[in-house]
């Protein structure tokens, strides 16, 4: 059933973090530090993932397919927003943390752990749409999700910062696109740097994600119940709505189906944890969903699986 790797790929990304952790208890790594890094991430290392994971051949199945993946991706986005406006009310939150509810709801860890596992699980036809899924998160993530996180940020922003979506990240994407549609391949030597910037990503994550936890005294940590409620969210409804808008709004094969839920069942992404660092939003709360959801879904996303098989 695959689901040795399914944990062999939580353990490893729960690993990762471990360093980061180490580091932040032993005064070895500080917030400056750590800020350094996630720049460095959000500037350098996902624009490079971007465009690297768009380096496909393009043709028309693609784009069918990716058409209704895209329309999936979106219309549950739209979903997790006003769950999020409401379910932040509901547990109590200041309706400032509804930007962040949504983006630790909806932004999971489709990248990191999605396509190995989705090629685990459901063979190599699956990575295609895993990818398309990818390609529409990153679309979201640097522009609506910038804004929704600008709007949990800091308290002196008045107003959404337009110009912040000017950023690599959205000239990644660009010209991800670009290269998709024209066909264009880029050089052997910039695709082998690519990659390997591509590689470097889940382990510079972990350990910013690491760091923060290790700087979180979980006796002092507040909205734990509230914590538990976001991770049972996370895990549970969010997928499920996404298995409902996939196989009933439009309607999408049994393995196009399964594939879209089941990515939306992974753990919340690290850029969570990041993109609260960067704009000043409640790092902690972020890092602590990171690291509940990665391992809460050790128990909900097996079943989930044996439900989708």
Do not use: H, W
Not at 131 to 138: G, N, P, Y
Not at 185 to 195: C, D, Q, S, T, Y
Not at 241 to 254: K, T
Request: glycine share 10%; hydrophobic share 55%; aromatic share 12%.
């Amino acid at each position: 059933m695959g689901y040795s790797n399914v944990y062999s790929s939580l353990f490893i990304i729960f690993a990762l973090a471990v360093p980061g952790i180490i580091f932040r208890r032993l005064g070895m790594a500080d917030d400056r530090q750590l800020k350094t890094m996630s720049s460095f991430m959000m500037k350098i290392i996902l624009p490079a993932v971007i465009i690297y994971s768009m380096q496909q051949d393009f043709s028309q199945e693609i784009l069918s397919g990716g058409i209704k993946v895209f329309g999936a991706v979106f219309l549950l986005f739209v979903l997790v927003l006003a769950f999020s406006a409401v379910f932040t009310s509901c547990i109590g939150f200041d309706r400032k943390y509804a930007g962040l509810v949504a983006f630790i709801l909806f932004f999971a860890n489709t990248g990191g752990i999605g396509i190995p596992v989705m090629n685990m699980l459901f063979g190599p036809e699956a990575v295609f749409y895993a990818s398309a899924v990818e390609m529409a998160v990153d679309i979201l993530i640097f522009t609506a999700g910038t804004i929704i996180m600008q709007f949990s940020g800091n308290s002196e922003k008045t107003g959404i910062d337009f110009k912040s979506l000017i950023s690599p990240g959205m000239f990644s994407i660009a010209a991800g696109l670009f290269l998709f549609f024209t066909g264009i391949k880029l050089p052997g030597a910039v695709n082998g740097v690519l990659e390997k910037l591509s590689d470097a990503s889940l382990a510079v994550t972990m350990f910013v994600i690491g760091g923060q936890i290790g700087g979180i005294n979980f006796k002092l940590l507040k909205n734990k119940g509230r914590l538990m409620l976001i991770a049972a969210a996370k895990l549970c409804i969010v997928p499920m709505a996404m298995y409902f808008i996939s196989s009933y709004v439009f309607n999408c094969g049994q393995l196009t189906s399964a594939v879209l839920t089941a990515l939306f069942a992974m753990p919340t992404g690290g850029a969570a944890a990041i993109f609260a660092q960067e704009y000043g939003a409640d790092a902690e709360l972020a890092s602590a969903s990171v690291f509940l959801t990665d391992v809460l879904c050790i128990a909900t996303l097996p079943l989930l699986i044996l439900f989708l098989r």
